[in-house]
C-alpha cells in the first residue's frame, strides 16, 4: 500500500468512525477507492469484519498489502477502543512522511532532468558518428575515444549505464535488508559531514512520531518502544527492543530504557527526561516529536541539497572529462595531419 492510499485510508476511516458511520458501510465504501489490489484488500476486510475478525487480523492476512505500523497501531485502537483516534493520528504521520517525501523529490528533480539530457547528448552524439560518414568515406572519427558508434554503440553506452545504476541500487537494498549485517556501519553513517546527522534526525523523527502514537494509543511503555524501533525500518534500532525491555522491567523510566539501548544520542534522551517530569509519557513524547518533526523538514532539505550537489558535481565532471578527452582527440589529428609538413620542415 502506498504512503497515500495509507494516509487518504486513515484520514477517511477516521473520520468516519469519528462520526459513528457503521464499520461494514465504511470497509464497503473503501472497496471502491484506489486500484484493483487495494479494492480487493478492502473486500477482504470488509468480508472479515462480517465474520466478526478483528480488522488487523484481517489486515495481516493481506500478505504484507497494509503497512506493518497500520496493522500494529488498527489492533492497539481495537484493543484499547480508540480506533478512530488512532487512525486519525496515523493519518498525520503517513501526511508527514509523504511531505518530506514530495520535499525531496521536488529538489532533485531538475537535476535527474539534466543528467538525463546528458546522456542523451551523448547518446545521439555515438549514434552520428556511426551514421554519418565523411565525404572521402570510411567511418567518422571517434571522437570520444571509446570505440562506440551508431545504434550498437548506443545500446552499449545504455548497458553501462544500466549497470552502473544496478550497482547503486543493489548497494542501497543491500543496506536496507541488512544483508551481511551491512546496517552495522550506520554508527559511522552518522559521522559523515552534513548527511550523517541528517539522516539520524529524519530517523528519529519516524521513532519519536510512532512512540507518541502508541503511548496515546494505550501501548504500553515496552510495547511501544518496539513498536518505534520497527518503524525505523532498521534492523540496528531493532536489535535494541530487548535491551530496552529488561531495562523497564527492572524499573527504569521510559527515557532509560532508551538509553539502555545505546542507540540513541544523549541529546534526545536528555529531552526525553525532562519531557517525562513534565507531563505525561505520550503527551511529552508528543511534544518532542513535533519538535523533531520541525527538524527532519530541515533535514530533508540538507539531504536534498546534498544530493542535488552530487548529481550535478556528476553531470559537470562527465561533461568536463569528455571535453577534454575530444579536444585531445581533436588535437591528435591535427598533430598526426601535420607531422610530414613538420618533418619536411
Given at each position: 500500500m502506498k504512503l497515500t492510499a495509507a494516509r487518504d485510508f486513515c484520514q477517511r476511516f477516521g473520520v468516519g468512525l469519528r462520526a459513528g458511520a457503521d464499520l461494514l458501510m465504511l470497509l464497503d465504501s473503501e472497496g471502491r477507492h484506489g486500484g484493483a489490489k487495494q479494492q480487493s484488500a478492502m473486500r477482504q476486510l470488509r468480508q472479515g469484519a462480517r465474520e466478526g475478525r478483528p480488522l488487523a487480523q484481517s489486515m495481516a492476512d493481506q500478505h504484507g498489502?497494509?503497512?506493518?505500523?497500520?496493522?500494529?497501531?488498527?489492533?492497539?485502537?481495537?484493543?484499547?477502543g480508540r480506533l478512530e483516534r488512532t487512525m486519525l493520528s496515523l493519518a498525520d504521520h503517513y501526511r508527514q512522511q509523504v511531505s518530506l517525501r514530495r520535499d525531496f523529490q521536488r529538489v532533485i528533480a531538475w537535476p535527474i532532468i539534466q543528467l538525463v539530457i546528458a546522456i542523451g547528448v551523448l547518446s545521439l552524439l555515438i549514434w552520428l558518428m556511426g551514421v554519418l560518414q565523411p565525404a572521402g568515406g570510411g567511418q567518422m572519427t571517434d571522437l570520444l575515444g571509446f570505440g562506440l558508434r551508431g545504434p550498437t554503440g548506443v545500446l552499449i553506452f545504455w548497458m553501462y549505464i544500466a549497470g552502473a545504476v544496478a550497482v547503486m541500487v543493489s548497494i542501497y537494498a543491500a543496506f536496507r535488508y541488512n544483508v551481511g549485517g551491512l546496517q552495522n556501519i550506520v554508527p559511522l553513517l552518522y559521522r559523515v559531514p552534513m548527511i550523517g546527522g541528517a539522516i539520524q534526525t529524519i530517523t528519529l523523527s519516524r521513532f519519536a512520531w510512532t512512540l507518541a502514537l502508541a503511548l496515546d494509543s494505550g501501548l504500553d511503555p515496552i510495547a511501544s518502544i518496539r513498536l518505534g524501533l520497527d518503524a525505523t525500518d532498521s534492523d540496528y534500532y531493532r536489535s535494541g527492543g530487548d535491551d530496552s525491555e529488561q531495562a523497564i522491567r527492572g524499573g527504569r523510566t521510559l527515557a532509560g530504557g532508551l538509553s539502555a539501548t545505546h542507540l540513541f544520542p544523549d541529546e534526545f534522551i536528555t529531552q526525553v527526561e525532562i519531557?517525562?517530569?513534565s507531563g505525561t509519557d505520550a503527551e511529552s513524547i508528543d511534544r518532542i516529536a513535533k519538535d523533531y518533526d520541525e527538524r527532519a523538514k530541515g533535514a530533508m532539505k540538507t539531504i536534498a541539497g546534498f544530493a542535488t550537489g552530487l548529481i550535478w558535481l556528476s553531470v559537470a565532471g562527465l561533461l568536463i572529462f569528455l571535453i577534454l578527452r575530444m579536444a585531445m582527440n581533436i588535437s591528435g589529428m591535427y598533430d598526426d595531419a601535420l607531422a610530414p609538413i613538420n618533418a619536411r620542415g
Amino acid at each position: 500500500m502506498k504512503l497515500t492510499a495509507a494516509r487518504d485510508f486513515c484520514q477517511r476511516f477516521g473520520v468516519g468512525l469519528r462520526a459513528g458511520a457503521d464499520l461494514l458501510m465504511l470497509l464497503d465504501s473503501e472497496g471502491r477507492h484506489g486500484g484493483a489490489k487495494q479494492q480487493s484488500a478492502m473486500r477482504q476486510l470488509r468480508q472479515g469484519a462480517r465474520e466478526g475478525r478483528p480488522l488487523a487480523q484481517s489486515m495481516a492476512d493481506q500478505h504484507g498489502f497494509f503497512p506493518p505500523l497500520l496493522v500494529a497501531m488498527t489492533r492497539v485502537g481495537e484493543a484499547t477502543g480508540r480506533l478512530e483516534r488512532t487512525m486519525l493520528s496515523l493519518a498525520d504521520h503517513y501526511r508527514q512522511q509523504v511531505s518530506l517525501r514530495r520535499d525531496f523529490q521536488r529538489v532533485i528533480a531538475w537535476p535527474i532532468i539534466q543528467l538525463v539530457i546528458a546522456i542523451g547528448v551523448l547518446s545521439l552524439l555515438i549514434w552520428l558518428m556511426g551514421v554519418l560518414q565523411p565525404a572521402g568515406g570510411g567511418q567518422m572519427t571517434d571522437l570520444l575515444g571509446f570505440g562506440l558508434r551508431g545504434p550498437t554503440g548506443v545500446l552499449i553506452f545504455w548497458m553501462y549505464i544500466a549497470g552502473a545504476v544496478a550497482v547503486m541500487v543493489s548497494i542501497y537494498a543491500a543496506f536496507r535488508y541488512n544483508v551481511g549485517g551491512l546496517q552495522n556501519i550506520v554508527p559511522l553513517l552518522y559521522r559523515v559531514p552534513m548527511i550523517g546527522g541528517a539522516i539520524q534526525t529524519i530517523t528519529l523523527s519516524r521513532f519519536a512520531w510512532t512512540l507518541a502514537l502508541a503511548l496515546d494509543s494505550g501501548l504500553d511503555p515496552i510495547a511501544s518502544i518496539r513498536l518505534g524501533l520497527d518503524a525505523t525500518d532498521s534492523d540496528y534500532y531493532r536489535s535494541g527492543g530487548d535491551d530496552s525491555e529488561q531495562a523497564i522491567r527492572g524499573g527504569r523510566t521510559l527515557a532509560g530504557g532508551l538509553s539502555a539501548t545505546h542507540l540513541f544520542p544523549d541529546e534526545f534522551i536528555t529531552q526525553v527526561e525532562i519531557a517525562e517530569l513534565s507531563g505525561t509519557d505520550a503527551e511529552s513524547i508528543d511534544r518532542i516529536a513535533k519538535d523533531y518533526d520541525e527538524r527532519a523538514k530541515g533535514a530533508m532539505k540538507t539531504i536534498a541539497g546534498f544530493a542535488t550537489g552530487l548529481i550535478w558535481l556528476s553531470v559537470a565532471g562527465l561533461l568536463i572529462f569528455l571535453i577534454l578527452r575530444m579536444a585531445m582527440n581533436i588535437s591528435g589529428m591535427y598533430d598526426d595531419a601535420l607531422a610530414p609538413i613538420n618533418a619536411r620542415g
